[in-house]
Structure formats: structure tokens, C-alpha cells
């Protein structure tokens, strides 16, 4: 492959430190600058430009490609600018498959929610069979970082990611579709075609459909033929694997959805059954998905990648028989707290703590529908915590689950669930043990 001429990284996160060694390797001498819309952009040997010099850069022809990090839109209007140039942009995902796709089995798994625990499993599964697989994009590294060092990959993907790939894998996944990342996407309907563009395309792939997915009108619709589907499990396959999941840390009925379709994906790409049984065994929560902790008499439960009300409704349905104190609310992205809010109290819900923004509307909702339980709209996270330390009577498990992102008060969600458990510790560890 070759580059003509100067590139522009657009955001400065964990793939534009990748993308930069990717060039160094294979154009030691390419002049690479790097723009971010906020925060810092220090990546060695790279030149910052300002996102204000951008639409003067692209008149001189400063700049011949232009490689967007995920979190950064595609909607942005610098790059309709850029389009009007003849500036390509492209991604670290689709210069790994332009570089390395190939020769080797690329399955691409999405959704709404549980891609990355889906991922994880399906690598899992796919090592415990004996295939020689790598993990990339979401979870594990950035896909140039993988390069070719494995016969078979397994790419997790955002929405953001799905949106402009430009290469076709052998076999995509889907766990589920609901309304998310709208301040991205624009729309809900872009957030969903740009979400189904990993399959609604001509080519010859494999599919596989989660539980959820597979009743969605939108999905049967981008998958065209269902002959793409793979061959679903055999009842007795079913019952092994919902057997493995009873003993594993699986938790949840969303997590044995996963665990199934994570089956179909590998048994399709040549793994074993012996493999799928022993990725399950195998299996550890991820970091801030039901990851849980317990201190003295409470389960503490950290589940801060929950970003929309269909996440929470998850969350709480793997606790049954708990006294849940929930934390809910967040970054605004539209989400519609009605349905979550009649489903509290049959789920065990017995006190409420809502963050702002989106609190007030889950607040409001809880009220109307469940008045019975205990609500505080607490002003941040702190506040909501040294609430619930007060009322400790009132539940055995807490669990954070805010149905909404965290860009309001935290970078992210992973700072946002450290921040909660390091909380806990204090206020519940020494309270109750």
C-alpha cells in the first residue's frame, strides 16, 4: 500500500497512537499531522492542526488522507469539506482490512448492547477449540495493532465503526438493536443504518443473529437472504451450553443470549463444542459490565457500560430476589425512561438514585408508576452514594446501572464505574463489615 502524501489524524486517542506506529512501520518518512477537538494531542512524532486551520490545509492540499478516530462523527461538516477536496477518509479498522483482511478469517460482531461480551466469549471459545484467533476493536487492540499475527480475528464494533467500513467479513454478528448514540449519529434511523451497515451490503458473508436481533423487523431487512444465516444450535447443544453458563460467571438471561450466539459464531467458523463449553468455564465479567463486589453485607454491583434503558432492565433481571438500590441517569441522548420505570418495583427496586441529566426524567417516570419506592435526585454521584449510606436498611444490593452515558460528569463510563466502586469501599466496607 502506498501513501502519497500527508496525513491528518483526526482525534488522538488510543487508535491514532496506533494508526501513527502503522505509518512509521510502513512510511518512515510520511509527514503526519493530528488534530482533536478537545483535550490534548500529543502523539510523537506527528504535528498538531488546529481543527480551525483544517478547511485552509485542504485548499493548499496540506493534506492527502484523512484517518477519523471512532469517537470522532462522520457527520462533522469538515468532512463533507474534506469530501469536496478529494480528501479521502479512512479508519484503523478499514486500513487493517485493507492491509491484512485477506488472508485470514475476520468475524465482525455488533449490537447495541453485549458486543464486547459476545467477542470475548466467541475468542474464548475459539482458543479453547485450538484456532489460532486474535481479539481487536472495542475490546483487546486496535485492529492495526493486530496486524496479521493471527489466522483468525475477532473484531467487536461500534456503531461508529460499522458506519464507513469498507470491507466485507466472512462472518458478522448482531446481539440486539435499540436506539443509541443519536448525538453522533444525528438520528436514530442513521444510528440503526450506519449500526446495519456491517451486513446490508452485496457480497457473500455468514450472519448470526442474537436472541433480540433476530425478532427485528430492521435487521431481517438488512440481512436480506436468510440463507446468510449460520446453522442454529441443536436442542442439545441449547441445553450443554445453558448448563455451562448455570456454573459459570455468566450472569443474566441477556449473558446466556450471548454465550448462545457466541456458540452459533464459532461452531460456524470451525471451532468445537469442547471449546465452546470450556470458553464459558473460562469466562470472567469485564470490567464495569455486572461486575460485582462484595462488601460486608451488600452486593455491589458496577455496571457502568450501561448506557441505555433497555441495559438496565437487563441488569436488574440478573438479580432476582435482591433488594436493589439502582443509580440511573446521565449524559442526555434522548433515552425514554417510561417502560424501566413500571418494571422497578417487580424487579426488586426498593430505592432509587438518579444523576443528572436524564435523572429528572427517570425520577419523574419512577414516581408516576412506582410510588413506592424511595427516590433521591442527588446532584452527582457523591452525593447520591452518602444518600444511600443513610438508608442502608433499605436494600442488599446496589447496583449502578445508569441507562445513559457519562460525558456530563465523567470522561467516561469506565472513570464513572472506578469512581463508584472506590465509593462503596468507603462508604459501605467500613459501615458494614
Not at 442513521?190 to 448470526?208: I, P
Amino acid at each position: 500500500m502506498q501513501f502519497d502524501g500527508p496525513v491528518l489524524l483526526y482525534g488522538a486517542g488510543r487508535e491514532a497512537v496506533s494508526t501513527r506506529r502503522f505509518f512509521a512501520e510502513r512510511a518512515p518518512g510520511l509527514k503526519v499531522y493530528v488534530t482533536a477537538d478537545s483535550g490534548t494531542a500529543d502523539i510523537p512524532d506527528t504535528e498538531f492542526m488546529a481543527p480551525a486551520d483544517l478547511p485552509a490545509a485542504f485548499a493548499q492540499r496540506k493534506i492527502a488522507l484523512i484517518v477519523k478516530s471512532p469517537g470522532v462523527s462522520r457527520y462533522k461538516p469538515i468532512f463533507a469539506e474534506a469530501a469536496a477536496a478529494a480528501i479521502p477518509v479512512t479508519s484503523n479498522l478499514n486500513l487493517w482490512g485493507r492491509t491484512y483482511g485477506e488472508d485470514r478469517t475476520v468475524v465482525a460482531i455488533t449490537g447495541t448492547k453485549g458486543k464486547s461480551t459476545t467477542a470475548t466469549l466467541t475468542h474464548l471459545m475459539l482458543d479453547r477449540s485450538g484456532i489460532d484467533v486474535g481479539l481487536a476493536g472495542n475490546v483487546g487492540l486496535a485492529p492495526l495493532d493486530i496486524a496479521d499475527k493471527h489466522a483468525l480475528v475477532v473484531l467487536e464494533l461500534s456503531s461508529y465503526q460499522t458506519a464507513d467500513m469498507d470491507f466485507l467479513p466472512d462472518l458478522a454478528a448482531i446481539t440486539n438493536l435499540y436506539p443509541e448514540h443519536v448525538d453522533w449519529h444525528g438520528s436514530v434511523d442513521r444510528y440503526y443504518a450506519d449500526k446495519l451497515h456491517l451486513v446490508d451490503r452485496d457480497g457473500n458473508l455468514a450472519v448470526a443473529l442474537g436472541a433480540a436481533a433476530r425478532g427485528n423487523a430492521r435487521v431481517a431487512q438488512a440481512v436480506r437472504d436468510h440463507r446468510r444465516l449460520v446453522t442454529p444450535l441443536t436442542p442439545e447443544q441449547e441445553i450443554a451450553i445453558e448448563s455451562a453458563a448455570a456454573n459459570s460467571r455468566l450472569r443474566g438471561a441477556h449473558n446466556l443470549d450471548n454465550a448462545r450466539l457466541a456458540a452459533e459464531i464459532t461452531l460456524a467458523v470451525g471451532g468445537t463444542m469442547d471449546g465452546v463449553l470450556q470458553g464459558i468455564a473460562a469466562f470472567r465479567p469485564l470490567p464495569h459490565r455486572l461486575e460485582e463486589h462484595v462488601l460486608g453485607r451488600v452486593i455491589v454491583v458496577d455496571d457502568s457500560i450501561s448506557t441505555t434503558p433497555e441495559a438496565t432492565k437487563a441488569a436488574l433481571a440478573a438479580y432476582p430476589g435482591r433488594r436493589i438500590a439502582l443509580i440511573g441517569g446521565g449524559h442526555e441522548r434522548e433515552q425514554d425512561y417510561a417502560e424501566l420505570a413500571t418494571l422497578l418495583p417487580r424487579h426488586g427496586v426498593t430505592t432509587l438514585v438518579t444523576l443528572p441529566v436524564t435523572g429528572e426524567r427517570l425520577a419523574c417516570a419512577a414516581r408516576d408508576a412506582s410510588p413506592s419506592i424511595a427516590i433521591f435526585e442527588a446532584a452527582d454521584l457523591e452525593a447520591g452514594m452518602v444518600w444511600l449510606a443513610g438508608e442502608a436498611e433499605r436494600f442488599d444490593t446496589i447496583i449502578l446501572s445508569p441507562g445513559a452515558p457519562s460525558y456530563n460528569q465523567f470522561r467516561n463510563f469506565e472513570e464513572r464505574g472506578t469512581r463508584f466502586i472506590e465509593l462503596s469501599r468507603t462508604l459501605f466496607a467500613e459501615k458494614q463489615s
